[in-house]
């Protein structure tokens, strides 16, 4: 199926189209390499920096490095990098095929036009256009209602019962 590209007729294929065709089953491999490094790397400062925080806060010291909450700011997009480069590798990673072996990208193109791509993202952004409108109005009430009055009394924290161990 691969040399359908270069000939219409693959029995009647030459050593030069067989040959292309056999380099067209590798993937680009230094956008594989680096992008899978990356978003492992990424996953491991993610693990880093919750291991770090985690630690700082069960002991009450997480205030005392300023550094720390701003690098955890400039780490807000980072999730989002490592999901993309995950895509990367997965889809760059299978090229060219579809099922492995079996069904090439070339062959499982869809038969759907431009504009009826167009006509459906269209359509799903006005959607999800709509409900996010929809959510923050129902934010805003809940946040102009305020939160319900609280008129129980704080539960205590030690009990009166409990006597301190012996030393």
């Known amino acids: 199926l691969l040399l359908k590209r270069y000939v219409d007729d693959p029995r009647q294929a030459t050593e030069e189209q067989i040959a292309q065709a056999a380099r067209d089953t ?16 990424l996953g491991m400062f993610f693990i880093l920096l919750m ?11 997480l205030d005392r490095y300023p550094l720390l909450l701003r690098i955890a700011v400039f780490a807000i997009p980072l999730p989002w990098v490592a999901i993309e480069l995950g895509w990367v590798v997965a889809e760059f990673g299978r090229q060219p095929w ?28 006005a959607l999800y256009t709509v409900l996010i409108v929809i959510e923050m109005m129902l934010m805003i009430k809940a946040i102009r209602n305020g939160p319900e009055a609280d008129d129980e009394p704080e539960a205590k924290l030690i009990s009166e019962n409990l006597v301190p161990a012996a030393e």
Request: aromatic fraction near 12%; proline fraction near 5%; charged fraction near 10%.
């Open 26 to 41: 590798i993937p680009n491999v230094p956008t594989l390499f680096w992008s899978f490094r990356i978003m492992v790397g």
């Open 51 to 61: 291991t770090v925080f985690f630690w700082l806060s069960a002991r009450r010291k």
């Open 98 to 125: 579809i099922i492995e072996g079996v069904l090439p990208t070339a062959a499982a193109v869809s038969n759907l036009g431009a504009g009826t791509v167009l006509l459906t993202i269209l359509g799903f952004a």
